[in-house]
């Protein structure tokens, strides 16, 4: 059999870096590149875009690389041919293509290693929300979701291009399921890419919800405790969010092709 060039780097593309520490699957990374440009498809029409700014990535869990949407590219215009490996150590050499704020990324990994996907974007209730001094509550099924697993990062508004402050955003994050960057935007975590974008679509709609309800002037309530816990184990089991992504897959091509 004879094996071209081409075919050579398409093979070692889907496999994954070389040296990375778990044995590499091109079905499983081809799968996550896929479900990466699905992710930005519905990140962009539920209004995460900001020109060429923010970042999906996901990892196979226990890799020491991961796939990044690149610099240059909006999350509506993202491919295949977008998403690029970044290493967790952030002490190796990037892909030139790679974001500026991988940093941010690589220090999230390190420091969680049950998270195996991360959205960052500067959607516009997130940052308007995450520049309150406010908490998010409890007033929609997703307020209950996320409320009381969100942090808030204040040292810096500016893009995170230094791995010594993205370890602050994921001292932040801590063990929580989200972040607010002051004055910047959002970061979302998943133990899929599945969970991290639903968990972006969430955030901001309990965001924008709560912004609206603040906006009233008048006195306003939120879910009891209980209705809180039921709702995370019934409105936001993992089955769930399955069936929230595949409807959003669905919505976004046509054809519905759900992983």
């Known amino acids: 059999m004879t094996v ?46 900001d020109m060429n700014q923010g970042q999906v990535s996901a990892r196979v869990p226990g890799d020491d690389h991961f796939q990044i949407k690149a610099a240059m590219v909006s999350f509506r215009s993202a491919s295949a041919g977008d998403m690029v490996w970044a290493p967790l150590d952030e002490t ?6 790679a974001p500026p704020e991988t940093a941010l990324h690589q220090a999230i990994y390190q420091a969680r290693p049950d998270v195996n996907a991360i959205v960052h974007s500067h959607a516009a209730a997130t940052l308007v929300f995450g520049a309150l001094d406010e908490e998010l509550a409890a007033l929609s099924h997703e307020g209950a979701w996320l409320a009381g697993s969100t942090g808030r990062f ?12 993205a370890t602050g955003v994921a001292d932040a994050l801590g063990s929580g399921r989200a972040a607010f960057l002051r004055n910047h935007g959002g970061v979302v975590t998943g133990e899929s890419i599945r969970e991290a974008a639903v968990g972006a679509l969430a955030l901001e ?6 912004l609206d309800a603040i906006a009233t002037g008048r006195p306003w309530h939120t879910s009891s405790p209980g209705d809180v816990a039921a709702k995370q184990d019934f ?25």
């Open 92 to 97: 190796a050499r990037l892909d030139p293509k």
């Open 205 to 210: 709609r309990a965001c924008r919800l709560q």
């Open 4 to 49: 071209t060039a081409e075919g050579t780097a398409k093979g070692a593309a889907a496999r994954g870096p070389a040296g990375a520490g778990q044995p590499r699957s091109a079905g499983q990374h081809a799968t996550l590149r896929r479900m990466l440009v699905q992710a930005c498809k519905i990140l962009a029409s539920y209004g995460h875009d």
């Open 154 to 165: 204040t040292a810096t508004s500016n893009t995170i291009l230094d791995f010594a402050v």
């Open 235 to 259: 409105i936001w089991s993992k089955s769930a969010i399955r069936s929230y992504w595949n409807a959003l897959v669905m919505d976004e091509d046509g054809k519905g092709s759900p992983a």
